[in-house]
């Protein structure tokens, strides 16, 4: 199976759920590893040099791959592939849609964050991709409940798909993430409890789609 995450904008936290899905379907006994298509960051590249460093586990398979298409070669050797992709991924981006189960598009909770991230939704729909697979996610997400309902009915309104739980903007999870950990693996239960339901839920999201395909 393959997830894309895509983006428009850079930081909008693609790698930081690039990684927590990656640790948690690990865990949970997949085999999977982190295409990282952003050469220019490599952003999931350096993470897993901390990583291995600081000796954790589970190990997470991570490769820098150049092209879309030599990252997804690799797709049949493991249970997941995740895509984490650059921003203004452009044509890459609609290869990386098309060979995806599923698309996920994180955005924060601001219009400068959900319009571009909307208008590449349109492209890729455009080009062909089945809206069903395109999936926003709220991630480094801050704000009041007011703010979560204002965003997601702006979403609903552009007929956009938008996951339940939030990935929250935390300074443990930045924290985390320097020393080589996923937002599930900070020392903090109920950071590591809401994030673990992201990641489910997207895993439920996958399968359901799976499910549609076939
Ligand atoms: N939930 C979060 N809480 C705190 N910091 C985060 C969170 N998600 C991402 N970050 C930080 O924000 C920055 C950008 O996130 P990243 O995942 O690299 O974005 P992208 O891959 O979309 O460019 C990184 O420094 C990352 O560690
Ligand atoms: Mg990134």
Known sequence: MIISLISQKGGVGKSALARLLAVEVTKAGWTAKIADLDPAQGT???WKARRDSAGLQ???AVEKFRTVDRALKEADRYDLLILDGPAHAEQGGKVMARASDLVVMPTGYSLDDMEPQIEAA?????AG???ASILFVFCRA???DAEDKAARSYLRKARMSV???VFPELASIRQGHAEGR???E???TKVQEKVIEVAQEIVDQLMKRRKEAA
Not at 122 to 126: D, T
């Open 122 to 126: 349109y492209e890729l729909e455009e």
């Open 186 to 188: 900070v020392p903090f």
């Open 182 to 184: 996923a937002a599930s």
């Open 58 to 60: 589970p190990d997470v």
């Open 163 to 165: 996951l339940d739980p």
């Open 142 to 144: 801050k704000g009041s």
């Open 129 to 131: 991709i089945d809206p």
């Open 44 to 46: 999931s590249t350096k």
